[in-house]
């Protein structure tokens, strides 16, 4: 069975990829006291995860813009 790392504080215990999976749960992280090392690593870790839910998002926007576009219907080559 594989082995989870665990964040607790304030009576709540949450797998790493739950605390990190939004926004509220970023910062209460990055508020909670920890050597200067972990918190400069955890502050690195958090503006990669902001980046990549932005780019996510842009992503996202993008493909339904695409696909709700009206393209001119293309007119049939001629059959020789």
Known sequence: MESRSRLTWVGR???IEEALSSEEKLTAVLELP???VLRMQLRVIAGQIRTLDK????LE???????????????ASPRR
């Open 13 to 15: 215990t949450d797998t």
């Open 34 to 36: 920890r050597d200067e």
């Open 55 to 58: 780019s996510i998002a842009e």
């Open 61 to 75: 926007w993008n493909i339904h813009r695409v696909s709700t576009a009206r393209y001119p219907r293309r007119r």
